[in-house]
């Protein structure tokens, strides 16, 4: 069965410093979205990314962040200038217009 | 505000014991309904969804869910658990004809214990 792959599985950085997290939705998925997850807390929306744009953002997406989709196969989310408070797991997701959302294993972002 | 509700946090149970993981959503329109899991150090999998119809759905791993909309639930069963079904559980909804069926509403999750 096609799966959502993201990588890395863990990244550390230094705050002050962007991190890209990269994911290869699946292939012929139009629908892509970032979730997060704060350890203790629930899952997030932040964004969903249709026909090259933003279709929807939570207030959480702020200037710092930012997606991409830089060839056919990936998509990407950048973080400007990481905080503290950005440390979390990061979901990549994907769907068709009818399908439900297909999750990615999720990138642990640690901040220190 | 829109929101789900899980109102246990963490529920442990026997192996071969019955299973119910209560869900409550608020919201004013007609919602899709979805479960998910998650099992330590990997993504979240689709157990079931409900989007309209037969009130009753099934699903993976012998997960079933019941839609009542008198109550705004969406409670996950399964009859016998299994000691691979120790996970965390995520109840998640979004509305119908938002536009966008990927801007999921999650509860809070409810941590699985199974007990040999």
């Known amino acids: 069965e096609p799966e959502v792959t993201q990588t890395p599985s863990h990244q550390v950085t230094q705050m002050g410093q962007e991190v890209i997290l990269r994911c290869v939705p699946i292939s012929n998925h139009l629908y892509f979205y970032w979730y997060r997850q704060i350890l203790g807390q629930k899952v997030e929306f932040l964004v969903s990314?249709?026909?090259?744009?933003?279709?929807?953002k939570s207030e959480i997406f702020d200037d710092q962040f930012s997606v991409e989709r830089p060839d056919g196969s990936n998509f990407t989310l950048k973080i400007r200038s990481t905080k503290l408070e950005d440390s979390a797991m990061y979901f990549c997701a994907s769907s068709t217009d009818v399908s439900p959302l297909h999750f990615g294993n999720g990138t642990r972002l640690t901040v220190t | 505000a829109q929101s789900v509700t899980q109102p246990d946090i963490h529920i442990t149970v026997s192996e071969g014991a019955s299973l119910e993981l209560r869900c409550n959503y608020s919201?004013?329109?007609?919602?899709?309904l979805f479960w998910y899991v998650q099992s330590p150090g990997q993504g979240l999998q689709l157990l079931l969804k409900?989007?309209?119809?037969?009130?009753l759905v099934q699903g993976i791993k012998g997960f079933e869910a019941e839609f009542k909309r008198s109550q705004s639930s969406f409670n996950l069963r399964k009859p016998s658990v299994h000691w691979s079904d120790a996970a965390e559980y995520f109840c998640?909804?979004?509305?119908?004809?938002?536009?966008?069926?990927?801007?999921?509403?999650f509860g809070q999750g409810t941590t699985l214990q199974v007990k040999p």
């Open positions: 409900y989007f309209s119809g037969d009130t």
């Open positions: 990314f249709y026909n090259n744009e933003i279709s929807e």
């Open positions: 998640a909804v979004t509305l119908e004809g938002s536009g966008n069926t990927g801007k999921l509403i």
């Open positions: 919201y004013g329109a007609t919602p899709y």
